[in-house]
């Protein structure tokens, strides 16, 4: 999902988001289109997301420093809004720890 580049943290894709973007994600997550999400304690995430009749699988994987390595999503579009949201969610959840 993204280039081959240098790793950068959940919160440095976050920073970046735009506000259209931080909006898009708040919809999303009042209107309780993502599901659930899952954490292995390993760095491993999964999400469901619902959009009218079909369920998203979006995945994020981070290694030891909290670097994203791999994004997925199953709606197969790049950069999508289930991606952003997990990765804000996850972002969400780092702060908090």
């Known amino acids: 999902m993204f280039p081959q580049q240098e790793l950068h943290p959940v919160s440095e894709f976050v920073s970046k988001y735009s506000p259209q973007l931080r909006q ?3 919809v999303i997550l009042s209107n309780n289109k993502m599901l659930n999400m899952y954490d292995d ?3 491993s995430y999964d999400a469901e997301f619902q959009e009218n009749d079909e369920i998203y699988n ?3 994987t ?3 420093f909290g670097e994203v390595e791999d994004c997925y ?5 790049e950069c ?3 991606i952003y949201t997990l990765l804000w969610c996850i972002n969400k959840k780092q702060s908090s720890n």
């Open 24 to 26: 898009q994600i708040a």
């Open 62 to 64: 981070l290694n030891q």
């Open 58 to 60: 979006a995945e994020a």
């Open 41 to 43: 304690g390993e760095g």
């Open 80 to 82: 999508c809004d289930h």
């Open 73 to 77: 999503c199953s709606c197969h579009k």
